[in-house]
């Protein structure tokens, strides 16, 4: 029998890329860790407020002063787990990430008092934030160039498809009626969090590039092309790029970090549309029914989960800034489509809703690898834990003050909360756009595949 010829795999390959997924070879305990993580989640976020109803004393009041505080007093900690990544490397920060968040949930179990709630509360919430600045440091370790993007496109339609699975298994749990489930679904979300840790605790094989790096992704120090540590893994001296500055300051005197910094903490504030604003917005101010928000919420979790490699894969030649730019048009198109609602009614408003709620969709899912590779990718040599913290909090700026803002607007001021929302929206895309226009050669260009071909 003949030896298979060095080409054999080239079709695969290229139907692997053109559907929009990586070089998963050897990386199967990765993508059996985020399933099962996110699976977890997704039993236990419908039950997250609940749940300390439905087991102890505490009033709702309580229990939504105590998730305030607790998720103040957590923003403190979010540049603290930046400096862990940077220092013991994303991998042993995600198996830390998962046993803290392990730890916090068991704790959860032990509550009988405001005090306990805040105090479990920030544990898990402590762990969320290290969570964050680990998990795109990881994946950008794994991968560089469109791979990358493929990578978090991938996992991202991965964990909207597991966190659906394991809000059906949770529902079903809390439908039976047994006083136990609760309790059980705590303690299944901490099993998944030990066994996630378990599958990080062996050191993974770094990807080789499928193509060459492209000068955004490798020119963010400004300096030229180096080869990616190992996971965890100081660089030795004489392979490291020599900045000008280090830590915190080469985060704080970089100014193209802090443009995609600003652009971001206006962008944010559109992923409040399926969220927050719409289940308040369609049927308390335009009275429509109560099943369309989570009909809503069903559709733009669908789409992501099939649709969103292969999109991300059609955008993989296009400049990152230039895609988020894009995605913020179809935002502004989705911020529009909603504020003509007040002129329709019956089934022209339900199909208006749908068609908003695909056009954004369309966007989130334009915007969302691109804007996480270019975080990643963009974060200099030694403070990409650090930078990555910082971006994590751009979506807490929206989380905090945009539910306010939706409250103090939304029923008396519906128009004047789409014109803000729009500003918001149109300023983040401006942003990144003028960003890449300010250093092209590390966020305009293009990002080269032809060793893919």
């Not at 103040?72 to 940077?86: C, E, K, Q």
């Not at 990578?151 to 529902?171: D, H, L, M, P, R």
């Not at 299944?188 to 599958?199: I, M, W, Y």
Request: with cysteine; aromatic share 8%; charged share 10%.
């Amino acid at each position: 029998m003949s030896r298979p010829t060095p080409h054999a795999p080239a079709a695969p390959a290229r139907w692997r890329r053109a559907l929009g997924v990586p070089d998963l070879s050897g990386q199967g305990r990765i993508v059996a860790a985020t399933a099962l993580d996110t699976f977890g989640a997704g039993m236990f976020t419908p039950l997250s407020f609940l749940f300390f109803l439905m087991t102890t004393d505490l009033t709702v009041a309580q229990v939504g002063l105590g998730t305030s505080v607790a998720t103040l007093l957590s923003i403190p900690l979010t540049p603290i787990a930046g400096m862990a990544v940077d220092r013991w490397g994303p991998r042993v920060s995600l198996i830390s990430n998962n046993l803290l968040a392990a730890t916090g949930y068991l704790c959860y179990l032990l509550v009988d008092s405001l005090p306990a709630l805040v105090a479990s509360m920030l544990v898990v919430l402590g762990a969320d934030r290290m969570y964050w600045a680990a998990w795109p440091a990881f994946v950008a370790d794994l991968a560089e160039g469109a791979e990358l993007d493929r990578w978090y496109a991938f996992t991202a339609a991965g964990k909207n498809a597991s966190v659906a699975v394991g809000g059906v298994v949770g529902g079903l749990l809390l439908a039976s009626d047994w006083s136990g489930a609760p309790m059980l679904i705590v303690v299944l979300n901490a099993s998944t969090s030990v066994l996630t840790a378990l599958l990080f605790w062996k050191p993974v094989r770094q990807a080789k590039p499928a193509e060459p790096t492209a000068p955004e992704d490798t020119a963010a120090a400004g300096t030229a092309p180096a080869p990616e540590p190992e996971p965890g893994r100081a660089q030795a001296p004489e392979a490291q790029p020599a900045p000008a500055r280090s830590g915190w300051r080469a985060v704080f005197a970089d100014r193209i970090l802090l443009c995609v910094l600003a652009s971001q903490t206006a962008l944010a504030f559109a992923w409040l549309i399926p969220t927050l604003i719409l289940p308040v917005y369609l049927v308390k101010v335009q009275d429509l029914p109560a099943w369309l928000p989570s009909t809503a919420l069903t559709v733009n979790a669908l789409l992501i989960v099939a649709v969103q490699s292969t999109l991300t894969a059609r955008l993989g030649t296009v400049a990152r800034s230039r895609v988020i730019s894009w995605a913020a048009v179809l935002m502004l198109a989705t911020v529009g489509l909603l504020a003509l609602l007040p002129l329709t009614g019956g089934a022209v408003s339900i199909a208006l809703v749908l068609g908003a709620v695909i056009l954004f969709t369309t966007g989130q899912m334009t915007a969302t690898p691109a804007v996480v590779a270019l975080s990643a990718t963009l974060a200099p040599h030694g403070a990409r834990g650090r930078f990555l913290s910082l971006f994590n909090l751009t979506w807490t700026v929206s989380a905090t003050t945009g539910p306010a803002l939706v409250g103090a607007l939304v029923e008396r001021q519906a128009a004047l909360l789409w014109v803000v929302l729009a500003c918001l929206v149109a300023l983040g895309g401006l942003g990144y756009r003028f960003t890449g226009g300010l250093a092209p050669h590390r966020l305009g260009s293009p990002r080269a595949r032809s060793a893919e071909a």
